[in-house]
């Protein structure tokens, strides 16, 4: 389940508290359970699934994907599977660091792992929002945030798409705080 921390160290995994403060920015979190087959297990456990791999993976999760089709009008979907094994993995995260908005919402079922999003709340204030595997997150167009992930360096994810043009990051140029030290970097 999710968990939400502040700078000053202050953590917070009470779902109707998380959703009071995430509201004004518009951000939906939802648990939705990974299924328990055997099959989906094993293809969680592989750590960069063969595009074969993935689509087998992806075909346990297609009711998620066919409710979004239908209420929310999105048209495709992949897989992104992030580990230390990735090759250029650090470059490729280095982009989604900085504070940035996207012209389409930013929606992702993480089914392994774990990764953290963070966001500018209408005070200014930040916060970031740890998500685990079974959570559902909506980040609206246009909600300034960043991403990155927690120590284990390791998720699995469902990204949802109305179109791939609209997930590309406009940079805002503020700067993230840290929250570790409370400091910005």
């Known amino acids: 389940m999710a968990f939400l921390s502040f700078p000053d160290g202050r953590r917070i995994s009470d779902p109707s508290e998380i959703?009071?403060?995430l509201d004004p920015v518009g951000v939906r979190l939802e648990r939705w359970p990974i299924p328990a087959?055997?099959?989906?297990?094993?293809?969680?456990?592989?750590?960069?699934?063969?595009?074969?791999?993935?689509?087998?993976?992806?075909?346990?999760l297609e009711p998620r994907?066919?409710?979004l089709r239908t209420t929310l009008g999105y048209q495709s979907r992949d897989?992104?599977?992030?580990?230390p094994s990735l090759?250029?993995?650090?470059?490729?995260l280095e982009r989604f660091l900085s504070c940035h908005t996207h012209d389409d919402d930013e929606i992702r079922y993480v089914i392994e792992g774990e990764g953290i999003f963070g966001f500018v709340l209408?005070?200014?204030?930040?916060?970031?929002?740890?998500?685990l595997a079974g959570d559902y997150i909506n980040v609206p167009r246009g909600a300034e945030h960043w991403f990155r992930l927690t120590p284990s360096r390791r998720i699995k994810a469902v990204r949802y798409f109305t179109s791939r043009e609209g997930w590309v990051p406009l940079y805002t140029g503020r700067p993230v705080l840290s929250f570790r030290e409370g400091t910005r970097i």
């Open 65 to 67: 994907f066919e409710q």
């Open 122 to 131: 209408p005070d200014d204030s930040q916060v970031e929002l740890t998500v």
């Open 37 to 60: 087959d055997k099959e989906l297990i094993a293809l969680l456990a592989l750590e960069r699934p063969v595009p074969e791999e993935s689509e087998r993976l992806l075909a346990f």
């Open 79 to 83: 897989l992104v599977s992030l580990s």
């Open 87 to 92: 090759p250029g993995l650090e470059a490729l």
């Open 19 to 21: 959703r009071t403060i």
